[in-house]
């Protein structure tokens, strides 16, 4: 069933303002020491339908730390570069553990569970790394591509200020390293992976950039084939059960819609043939997503009907 964005609007306003009784209930990512002075009663929600409808409520044009939701645009760029051949290297299923947990990488003998926790990240970012002298430009070229905006950008504050901490990333491409499956150097995987979580973009920016994982790799609004046929199902398919982490069992079950989540707050949701949602509100649950985003996206979900299931 087709939905106008326009017929949403009422409903995300409501959301809106719902979410605001939310604020306190989680805490802000204190791992990155910027992002833990950002203002935590923030929400904002945007919709980006097929037929370019763009519907918004809230602090949807603020831009904020997209953290690991750049994990999906960086698979779709390895793919590019790769094909199959990158699932040699990093696995399909979840790892029922933390994003950032070592202890995978020596009980798989250096191949990540999946290129959404950050070891599988990092390989992805190494392929990224191999073939470009700055992967971060390559990165924000895609996301304004894709946004149609480029406003979009890096904050390189956020990247210095997680470099100074990222003592468990530095650990996991070293391990990485030590099994063969980086061909860089760690340290400059790990700071090209930490510009990509940097890159700073708002609800409506990424529901935009999010729109041809909804319609078959197509841009609905150029009609630009932006990534080869049959990717959009594969990469949903990742996100739907591996995009939360340890929670996607239950962001499935709550939900019912590929997503990705980043420890800035933002929640990026496709609803295959129909939209895409962004969602942002800082403080997390402490498996590091969103308390007010997922429960945004599971009323959204519920309302307008729109789980896969
Ligand atoms: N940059 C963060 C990290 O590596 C991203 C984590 C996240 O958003 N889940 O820990």
Redesign the pocket.
């Known amino acids: 069933m087709t939905i106008a964005a326009e017929e949403l609007a009422p409903l995300l306003a409501e959301i809106a303002a719902e979410a605001s009784g939310r604020f306190g209930e989680g805490r802000l990512h204190a791992?990155?020491p910027r992002l833990a002075q950002v203002d935590p009663n923030q929400f904002g929600i945007a919709v980006a339908t097929l037929d370019g409808g763009i519907a918004k409520a809230g602090a949807a044009d603020v831009p904020f730390s997209i953290?690991?939701i750049s994990k999906v645009f960086s698979l779709c760029l390895a793919l590019d570069y790769l094909g199959e051949d990158l699932w040699e290297r990093v696995g399909r299923n979840p790892s029922g553990l933390r994003?950032?947990s070592l202890t995978r990488i020596e009980q798989e003998q250096g191949r990540p569970m999946n290129p959404f926790v950050?070891p599988g990240a990092l390989v992805v970012a190494d392929c990224l790394v191999d073939r470009a002298a700055t992967p971060i430009h390559t990165m924000i070229g895609l996301l304004r591509r894709l946004a149609h905006s480029n406003r979009v950008s890096c904050d390189y504050e956020v990247a210095k200020s997680?470099l100074s901490m990222?003592f468990?990333?530095y650990a996991a491409a070293a391990l990485l390293k030590e099994y063969g499956n980086l061909r860089g150097e760690p340290r400059a995987v790990v700071h090209a992976?930490?510009h990509f979580?940097a890159a700073r973009m708002s609800c409506v920016e990424l529901a935009r950039a999010a729109l041809p994982l909804a319609n078959e790799g197509r841009d609905p609004v150029t009609g630009a084939q932006i990534l080869p046929p049959g990717r959009s199902r594969r990469v949903n398919s990742l996100m739907l059960t591996c995009g939360l982490?340890d929670a996607a069992g239950d962001f499935a079950y709550r939900v019912g819609l590929p997503a990705k989540?980043?420890?800035?707050g933002g929640i990026m949701a496709i609803v295959p043939n129909r939209m895409a949602i962004a969602v942002w509100s800082p403080e997390l649950d402490p498996l590091?997503n969103s308390v007010a985003g997922f429960a945004a996206l599971e009323r959204l979900a519920r309302d307008a009907d729109l789980s896969v299931f």
């Open positions: 791992t990155i953290q690991s994003f950032n950050n997680e990222a468990r990333n992976y930490t979580c982490y989540s980043g420890v800035g590091g």
